[in-house]
């Protein structure tokens, strides 16, 4: 009888310690997986505040200057084609983060022009609308880098959590893909205004 309860209670205990396991990786990793959700919602906010400055930006430079329509007319679409990609938090690929990159990249790319351009136009560089719109777009973009690194940071975290053993071998959790730089992204353009 003694035996008995000593198997009964040693048989408690280690289904008590596999569910304490499971129980914590499964919440850690829920934890974790809503950090990367919640760093993507910021970063897509800060991404937003840019696509959402662009319109007033382009009506301050067509009030103040006959202006390139094509310069316009470029970034205008790249907004368009930003504001058409959404990506779910909980379903983020590799494939999926890299087509919002470069739609965003586009967006940056046509903007860095339209800036470029702006230095032919003396009366725009002197326009109070447009000063104000190029500081909040310099602090926007800003606010961006700082939240994409932040991602980074807490994807790194889940996908080192995730990864480890034996909570590799146990459980299939996929990783989260990590923002990364594009081509030429380490140099920064010249902008003389």
């Known amino acids: 009888m003694k035996k008995l309860l000593l198997s009964g209670l040693g048989l408690i205990v280690v289904v008590f310690f596999i569910y304490s396991y499971y129980k ?12 990367v959700s919640s760093q993507w ?10 696509l959402d400055l662009i319109p007033n930006l382009v009506t301050t430079v067509k009030m103040a200057a006959n202006f390139e ?20 938090p909980q379903n983020l690929s590799p494939q999926a983060l890299s087509q919002f990159t470069q739609a965003q990249e586009g ?17 725009l560089k002197a326009n ?31 996908n080192t959590f995730v990864r480890q053993f034996p909570r590799s071998f146990l459980f299939k959790w996929a990783t989260k893909p990590y923002f990364e730089h594009s081509q030429g992204a380490a140099v920064a353009p010249k902008i003389n205004l």
């Open 69 to 88: 329509k094509s310069t316009l007319v470029e970034l205008v679409e790249a907004r368009a084609k930003a504001t058409s990609i959404q990506i779910n």
């Open 41 to 50: 919602s910021t970063v897509g906010v800060a991404y937003q505040k840019r």
């Open 107 to 123: 967006v940056g790319s046509a903007l860095s022009r339209l800036l470029v351009t702006v230095e032919n136009y003396p009366t």
């Open 24 to 35: 914590s990786n499964y919440n850690g990793e829920v934890k974790l997986s809503e950090g």
């Open 128 to 158: 109070q609308n447009f000063l104000e719109l190029q500081a909040q777009l310099e602090g926007v973009e800003n606010r961006i880098a700082v939240e994409r690194r932040k991602f980074n940071e807490v994807t790194k975290e889940y």
